[in-house]
């Protein structure tokens, strides 16, 4: 097969260079378009190492891709997800934060095309997610408590982060539970005795902190802890390149996950 086409959306912020820098060393990839907001200072600038000039015409770029690789906002998730349907092309979503009713639009979307979603792209920690479920299935009972730790930088918005939801529904998995209805992500004053099954979640944000994730399995007397420290920002933009190709080849609408695109669903 020839060489994928990625446009990548948010082309000039810290996460679009990456994503541009793993496009450029692929050799199966090659940049088509460059995408920014309209009015940013970074529009008709040359993209990392190509001749491709940044574009806020979402449209055009689409119209000369295979796939958009998408790392921005939910609002703006949704919009792409609903464009790229209609053209055809396939959509890697690397946004977090969404609500149901972004989740129901982005499922919709997935009739038309190729999507490929997670709340993390690293290999590393989809691979800690089968772990963490794993873990979960064989160590479950009133015995072992599971407690899902994260922190980020200053700058993260949103909270849980996709990665610890991500890491939470795979321990939820594994126990055969519902995690929207077993979550505890806010522990404040006199909160009474841990409730049984429950998943907690902690959240810690300050300095420049890439992401680091810790799922903790507390029994009697003893401890297990699973964890994924991330030190650069290419381990995702490298995984969301890899999830790019897999989803031109693939090209059957549907919603995957980065489980699908490294066979760990087969």
């Not at 464009?83 to 979307?109: N, P, Q, R």
Request: aromatic share 2%.
């Amino acid at each position: 097969m020839s060489s994928s086409r990625i446009t990548i959306i948010g082309a000039a912020g810290r996460m679009g260079q990456a994503l541009i820098a793993a496009v450029e060393e692929n050799p199966d990839t090659v940049l088509s378009a460059a995408v920014e907001r309209s009015g940013s200072s970074a529009l008709g600038t040359v993209a990392g190492g190509t001749n491709i000039e940044m574009t806020d015409d979402v449209t055009a770029a689409l119209a000369v891709s295979d796939v958009v690789v998408d790392f921005t906002t939910p609002q703006n998730t949704v919009s792409l997800a609903q464009k790229a349907a209609e053209l055809g092309v396939c959509h890697v979503i690397g946004t977090t934060g969404f609500e149901a009713s972004d989740e129901e639009a982005i499922t919709g979307a997935a009739n038309k095309t190729t999507i490929v979603k997670s709340g993390n792209m690293s290999m590393g920690v989809i691979m800690l997610s089968v772990l963490v479920e794993q873990a979960a299935r064989a160590l479950g009972g009133a015995d072992w408590d599971l407690e899902v730790m994260e922190m980020h930088h200053r700058h993260k918005v949103d909270a849980p982060s996709g990665t610890a939801l991500l890491l939470g529904e795979a321990a939820a998995s594994g126990r055969e539970i519902d995690l929207g209805a077993n979550a505890v992500r806010v522990r404040d004053g006199h909160t009474g005795a841990r409730e049984e099954g429950s998943i907690g979640f902690a959240t810690l944000r300050g300095g420049s902190v890439v992401g680091d994730h810790s799922v903790i399995l507390a029994g009697n007397g003893e401890r297990v802890t699973l964890s994924h420290h991330a030190e650069d920002r290419s381990i995702f933009a490298r995984g969301a390149i890899k999830a790019a190709i897999w989803a031109h080849r693939k090209n059957e609408p549907g919603l995957y996950s980065m489980r699908d695109v490294l066979g760990l669903n087969n």
